[in-house]
Each structure stands twice: as structure tokens, then as C-alpha cells.
């Protein structure tokens, strides 16, 4: 069965300390997706992505966040700058269709740690 | 803005007790609604969902039933078993068209002891 595949499932990185965390969507899905979780708290929303560019993004997406689909197969998220308040777990997810009544495919989630 | 408040974690039952995981949305309009489970070393997977008031979704015994009146929707089941052990998630879609992201709730970790 097709599935989201996220890389690295666990990094650990020194404050300030540029992190790239990898996704490989499911291939014939148009639709991607970032979230994440810190300990304890909600899985937020943090951008959604559809043909090569950002179609909406979450107040926690600044400008030290970029996403990009660099090879048509992986979809990245970066952290230019990582803050301690970056440590959380990321998922990446994918989608067939527009988020309506749609449903998302899942990662199993990549967990930064900022120290 | 849209939230979800869902049921405090952990949750412990014996194989075969009845579940209820609780939950409740805060949305204008009539947001679409979802349950989404995540099993040991896997991504969260959708198990359920309700597109408008008094639709039950169901799925593997689990069912939940869009409640307007109360803004709720509440995962249930019958008998659970051993490899019901997940954490779940409630969420919601605003009714937007244009909106592209689930709200979630922090998510309900359940442990079924056998």
C-alpha cells in the first residue's frame, strides 16, 4: 500500500543550526502538507503546498520556515534557524484531491530536538 | 478561531470494555469532521469521518456522530481490542471552500489491556 515516508525519523540539532526535514509523498497525490506537534499540545497546521507554491501557511510558518518540492518526488521543510521552541514532532502528509471532504495520508513524523 | 478540545489521555480499558473518547469543536458554520488514529510506528491514518450534522461516520466498530446541537463528536465503541492500542485524534476542516488545513485536538492515547 502506497505511503508517506518522512526522513530522518529523529534529529537532534544545537540552537541556531539549519535543519532540512525530508518527505516523500505518495506519487500521484498534488497536495502536501506540514504539521506539528510539540509535546503535549496539538498537531497544528503549518502549510499546505499545491503545484509549486504555497496556497496557504499558518501564522507559525515565518520566515524561518521554507518548504520545497525539489525533485518532483521529495517535499522539504527547512528550518533556516532552529529556536529551542522548534523542538516537536513534524509531519508531513499528502493528498489525492483538494482538502474537502478529502482525506490526508500521514507520515510517521520526524521528531527535532533543539538543544 | 476554529479549535478542538478532546478528552485528556492516557486511557487504560480491559479488552472488550466500551469506549467513549470525547470531543468538541468550536467552528462557524458546519465545519467538517474527522477522526484520525496513529498506531505504533505508523502516520496518522483517517478512521472516521462526518461531513454534516447527524451523519455518522464508522469504521472497524468505531463509530462518531455529528451532534450541532452539543458541537460534538464523540469516537465510540463497542468491544475494543488489544490492537485498538493507538492514539486518536479529533480534527476538523473549517466550511471554507478555500481552506486547506485540519484544526486537531492534542490526541487520545488508549492502551487496551488483555
Known amino acids: 500500500e502506497p505511503e508517506v515516508t518522512q526522513t530522518p525519523s529523529h534529529q537532534v540539532t544545537q540552537m541556531g543550526q539549519e535543519v532540512i526535514l525530508r518527505c516523500v509523498p505518495i506519487s500521484n497525490h498534488l497536495y502536501f502538507y506540514w504539521y506539528r506537534q510539540i509535546l503535549g499540545q496539538k498537531v497544528e497546521f503549518l502549510v499546505s503546498f499545491y503545484n509549486n507554491e504555497i496556497s496557504e501557511k499558518s501564522e507559525i510558518f515565518d520566515d524561518q520556515f521554507s518548504v520545497e518540492r525539489p525533485d518532483g518526488s521529495n517535499f522539504t521543510l527547512k528550518i533556516r534557524s532552529t529556536k529551542l521552541e522548534d523542538s516537536a514532532m513534524y509531519f508531513c502528509?499528502?493528498?489525492?484531491?483538494?482538502?474537502?471532504?478529502?482525506?490526508?495520508?500521514f507520515g510517521e513524523g520526524s521528531r527535532l530536538t533543539v538543544l | 478561531g476554529d479549535s478542538v478540545t478532546q478528552m485528556e489521555g492516557p486511557v487504560t480499558l480491559s479488552e472488550e470494555a466500551f469506549l467513549t473518547i470525547n470531543c468538541t469543536y468550536t467552528?462557524?458554520?458546519?465545519?467538517?469532521l474527522f477522526w484520525y488514529v496513529q498506531y505504533p510506528g505508523e502516520g496518522l491514518q483517517l478512521l472516521l469521518k462526518a461531513t454534516k450534522a447527524d451523519d455518522k461516520g464508522s469504521n472497524k466498530g468505531f463509530e462518531a456522530t455529528y451532534r450541532k446541537e452539543t458541537t460534538s463528536f464523540h469516537l465510540e465503541k463497542g468491544s475494543v481490542q488489544v490492537s485498538d492500542s493507538a492514539v486518536y485524534f479529533c480534527?476538523?476542516?473549517?466550511?471554507?471552500?478555500?481552506?486547506?488545513?485540519?484544526?486537531f485536538g492534542t490526541g487520545t492515547r488508549l492502551t487496551i489491556i488483555p
Open positions: 480534527a476538523l476542516k473549517a466550511a471554507n471552500f478555500g481552506n486547506e488545513k485540519l484544526t
Open positions: 502528509a499528502s493528498s489525492e484531491a483538494k482538502l474537502l471532504t478529502g482525506e490526508l495520508f
Open positions: 467552528a462557524t458554520g458546519y465545519p467538517s
